[in-house]
């Protein structure tokens, strides 16, 4: 067998993909472990700043990434000479309107994550683009973006977006990403063809439903919802990382034709019972923490997981047990050589001597 985690730390808790990595960095998405923003992290001190004038901001028309971040720029004008601008970042700026872009015929990646945009507008000379964030805004509706036929990467993070909507056209659209908004139901996605990964944490989603044509899916993160049941996958037989933790989920089911799955995340349910698993060979990561097992018999279960190289169990009735980890290893034939050991990424790696 691989190695395998075992982790012993207590308090220590992990999101294993509350939000997609690739929208925002380590010193503005202001998060929380969980996904949610932290409300003990001040906003933006730019927000509180007064506005710059674009004529106090020297522009290279011959530049094609421009990098504009935390300029305090009020409002988008005078870009007319990028002409040549593939990506254009204003990130973290005052910008509450979205305006005078209709000369950025050659751009590919837009980023406007944490401004005061209301409104997803003038964007439909953009054809070219392919990467849109507006993660951190006000928005409150998904629109305007009818001509963005490219477009394979959509972050709208943290918003105030209360449903999925206006998406029919992206039919090249991998990722998408509408974690912490005030969505309730999982809809019209049904165009999306080539979505590869889904991110819906932290908003008010109580079933999982409307993922028939998401036949591409690898990723599907719906953590911190009100799901309480695991159904309507049956479709997604490519799905290779499910990230279900911090909801109501009690039984573990629906994943018959999962069978490619990597991971499998369910921590921070109320889940008595580790059942109907046993077909998934392919699996590498199991993540079961805060929940209510205490059936050491339950890990049976993982014996066919030839490739596992992390078990999370922390926080179940089980842990309270003396033997706990030796009792793990045994139970997954895990083998005399591995040693526990603690890293900066992942608790209780364990790798041989």
Same mark, same amino acid.
């Given at each position: +067998?691989?190695?395998?985690?075992?982790s012993? &730390?207590q308090?220590?808790e992990?999101d294993?993909?509350?939000? &997609?990595?690739?929208?925002?960095?380590?010193?503005?998405?202001?998060?929380?472990?969980?996904?949610?923003?932290?409300?003990?992290?001040?906003?933006?001190?730019?927000?509180?700043?007064?506005?710059?004038?674009?004529?106090?901001?020297?522009?290279?028309?011959?530049?094609?990434?421009?990098?504009?971040?935390?300029?305090?720029?009020?409002?988008i004008?005078?870009?007319?000479?990028?002409?040549k601008?593939?990506?254009?970042?204003?990130?973290?700026?005052?910008?509450?309107?979205?305006?005078n872009?209709?000369?950025?015929?050659?751009?590919?990646?837009?980023?406007?994550?944490?401004?005061?945009?209301?409104?997803?507008e003038?964007?439909?000379?953009?054809?070219?683009?392919?990467?849109?964030?507006?993660?951190?805004?006000?928005?409150?509706?998904?629109e305007?973006l009818?001509?963005?036929?490219?477009?394979?990467?959509?972050?709208?993070?943290?918003?105030?977006?209360?449903?999925?909507?206006?998406l029919?056209? +992206?039919? &090249?659209?991998?990722?998408?990403?509408?974690?912490?908004n005030?969505?309730?139901?999982?809809?019209?996605?049904?165009?999306?063809?080539?979505?590869? &990964?889904?991110?819906?944490?932290t908003?008010k989603?109580?079933?999982?439903?409307?993922?028939?044509?998401?036949?591409?899916?690898?990723?599907?993160?719906?953590?911190?919802?009100?799901?309480?049941?695991?159904?309507?996958?049956?479709?997604?037989?490519?799905?290779?990382?499910?990230?279900?933790s911090?909801?109501?989920?009690?039984?573990?089911?629906?994943?018959?034709?999962?069978?490619?799955?990597t991971?499998?995340d369910?921590?921070?349910?109320?889940?008595?019972k580790?059942?109907?698993?046993s077909?998934?060979?392919?699996?590498?990561?199991?993540?079961?923490?805060?929940?209510?097992?205490?059936?050491?018999?339950?890990l049976?279960?993982l014996?066919?997981?030839?490739?596992?190289?992390?078990?999370?169990?922390?926080?179940?009735?089980?842990q309270?047990?003396?033997?706990?980890?030796?009792?793990? +290893?045994?139970?997954?034939?895990?083998?005399?050589?591995?040693?526990?050991?603690m890293?900066?990424?992942?608790?209780?790696?364990?790798?041989?001597?």
């Amino acid at each position: +067998m691989a190695s395998l985690s075992v982790s012993e &730390s207590q308090e220590m808790e992990v999101d294993r993909k509350g939000e &997609s990595e690739e929208s925002g960095d380590e010193e503005t998405k202001r998060k929380s472990l969980n996904g949610e923003a932290d409300p003990q992290q001040p906003p933006p001190t730019a927000k509180e700043e007064l506005p710059v004038d674009m004529d106090t901001i020297t522009l290279d028309p011959e530049e094609e990434d421009v990098d504009l971040v935390h300029c305090r720029i009020g409002k988008i004008e005078g870009l007319e000479v990028l002409e040549k601008a593939k990506t254009l970042s204003l990130r973290q700026n005052l910008i509450k309107k979205m305006e005078n872009l209709e000369t950025l015929t050659s751009l590919r990646e837009l980023d406007l994550y944490d401004n005061q945009i209301r409104r997803l507008e003038d964007l439909q000379n953009l054809t070219e683009l392919e990467v849109l964030d507006v993660s951190f805004n006000i928005l409150r509706k998904v629109e305007g973006l009818e001509r963005l036929t490219r477009l394979k990467k959509l972050f709208l993070l943290h918003n105030k977006i209360s449903c999925i909507d206006n998406l029919d056209h +992206m039919a &090249s659209l991998e990722m998408l990403e509408l974690g912490s908004n005030r969505i309730r139901v999982i809809e019209n996605l049904d165009n999306l063809s080539s979505l590869d &990964s889904l991110f819906l944490g932290t908003n008010k989603i109580t079933q999982l439903q409307n993922l028939e044509g998401l036949h591409n899916l690898t990723v599907l993160s719906i953590q911190s919802n009100r799901i309480t049941k695991m159904e309507g996958l049956q479709s997604l037989v490519n799905l290779r990382e499910l990230y279900l933790s911090h909801n109501g989920i009690e039984v573990i089911e629906g994943l018959e034709n999962n069978k490619k799955l990597t991971t499998l995340d369910i921590a921070a349910n109320r889940i008595k019972k580790i059942e109907n698993i046993s077909h998934l060979t392919e699996l590498q990561e199991f993540w079961m923490n805060d929940n209510q097992i205490e059936n050491w018999g339950d890990l049976d279960e993982l014996k066919n997981a030839r490739g596992l190289e992390t078990v999370y169990l922390e926080r179940n009735p089980l842990q309270k047990d003396p033997q706990y980890r030796r009792k793990i +290893m045994l139970a997954l034939h895990c083998p005399p050589y591995v040693v526990v050991e603690m890293t900066s990424e992942r608790m209780g790696v364990v790798r041989p001597f």
